[in-house]
């Protein structure tokens, strides 16, 4: 195990919900932010907090629970695949009370009870329900009819957290359940990490593990994180591991983009959003056709600026001056696309630039590229090229002729 070799007390990227490692991105932060905003109303008693797998959300609702004071008492489900009657003996068995009956009155009365001790004991309950998106119609409504649970002075006895991915927002919005939608005013789409936090996402889960850690990454190991992760942290978490289970048996305590990509061919994995075709992909035998030169024209406003050749498996361009292909400019990102040379086939990826990349006049996160599409950034164009080289005249080469496109003075 690499965990003495890098000095760390215990595996910092490992899948679980330990609130410990929790990082504060902008989304989580807004999150939490809408958490503590339905405890402390005194008119809102839902909210709904959605993302994809693996975004962090049953991590967030870890840190939340924890570090809330004394004056809440917390009951959490996420064993969602429930019949109404379950889900309120589910509920009361997180309290500690065995009520097995088949009355939903009757343990809607018992559940009333208990939180109404709780009340008067200056504890506020609050229900947070993982997996919501699995919750049926009828169990729904149930939630509704929980969230209007009123003291006899009329104060409301339980807030609720509903926690899901994307298709969750969906169900809320049909016909069925118009009256639970109305009664959520606190809502929160968890985003995924922007690529410019996944240096302090990666450096906040090492130092928790190990505040003296000896591991080291290089700086363009982040977007090549980003582009197999998309940002996700669950993903991010699965890759850096094993990047650093690969380092170990190397014998390196620096994690470099060789390293990544020996932990991405361990995995199988594609930039994110690119499906796979089921062939077996390793780096080492990533290599350009033998038929054909490909390039990439640079032009600003038709005036032609310089030509690249494609001879890797993967062209950076951006603003900074790593990149392969570099745009000065200040509406040209950092890190703003990248070119992805995979089974015979060109892609660019957006590199979640601001001012966006386009291809034939429309907005993409991915494109594959045919001879000569052409790529828009900023003010800028960049045409992609085939050309034959295969074929011994040149009459037959379907190429540019760049002497036609005017030059820059």
């Not at 990248?338 to 979640?352: K, Q």
């Amino acid at each position: 195990m690499y965990l003495n070799f890098f000095n760390l007390n215990e595996r910092p990227f490992k899948l679980n919900s330990d609130h410990r490692f929790l990082f504060n991105s902008e989304g989580h932060s807004a999150a939490l932010g809408m958490f503590k905003k339905l405890i402390r109303s005194d008119t809102e008693n839902l909210c709904v907090l959605t993302g994809e797998i693996g975004s962090g959300k049953t991590t967030l609702s870890q840190a939340f629970m924890s570090t809330i004071g004394p004056g809440f008492l917390f009951a959490k489900i996420h064993q969602t695949q429930l019949v109404p009657n379950e889900f309120l003996q589910m509920l009361l068995l997180e309290f500690g009370i065995n009520l097995f009956v088949n009355s939903k009155a009757e343990l809607l009365e018992k559940l009333t009870e208990y939180i109404i001790e709780q009340q008067q004991a200056n504890k506020k309950v609050v229900l947070i329900v993982d997996e919501a998106q699995n919750l049926k119609t009828d169990v729904l409504l149930l939630v509704k009819e929980l969230s209007e649970l009123k003291s006899v002075d009329g104060e409301a006895l339980l807030k609720i957290i509903l926690i899901g991915q994307p298709e969750f927002a969906a169900t809320l919005e049909s016909k069925e359940l118009s009256s639970l939608a109305a009664k959520i005013n606190l809502r929160y789409h968890l985003e995924a990490m922007l690529k410019e936090e996944i240096k302090s996402y990666i450096t906040h889960r090492l130092k928790i593990a190990g505040a003296a850690h000896e591991v080291e990454f290089t700086a363009d190991v982040i977007p090549l994180i980003y582009l197999y992760t998309g940002g996700r942290a669950r993903l991010i978490n699965v890759l850096f591991d094993h990047a650093l289970l690969a380092a170990y048996v190397e014998n390196k305590k620096l994690i470099n983009s060789n390293i990544i990509e020996a932990a991405v061919e361990e995995l199988q994995w594609l930039p994110f959003g690119m499906e796979s075709t089921g062939k077996i992909f390793k780096f080492a035998e990533t290599k350009i056709s033998n038929a054909y030169e490909f390039f990439i024209i640079l032009s600003k406003k038709g005036t032609f600026l310089k030509e690249y050749t494609i001879n890797k498996k993967r062209l950076h361009i951006g603003r900074h001056s790593d990149n392969d292909i570099r745009i000065k400019s200040d509406k040209v990102s950092r890190q703003h696309a990248i070119i992805i040379y995979h089974e015979n086939d060109f892609y660019i990826r957006d590199m979640s630039s601001k001012n966006g990349t386009f291809v034939n006049h429309k907005r993409i996160d991915m494109q594959q590229l045919t001879d000569g599409s052409v790529i828009e950034i900023a003010e800028y164009t960049l045409i992609f090229k085939a050309k034959n080289i295969s074929v011994a005249t040149d009459e037959n080469n379907e190429n540019i002729n760049i002497l036609d496109i005017p030059q820059q003075a």
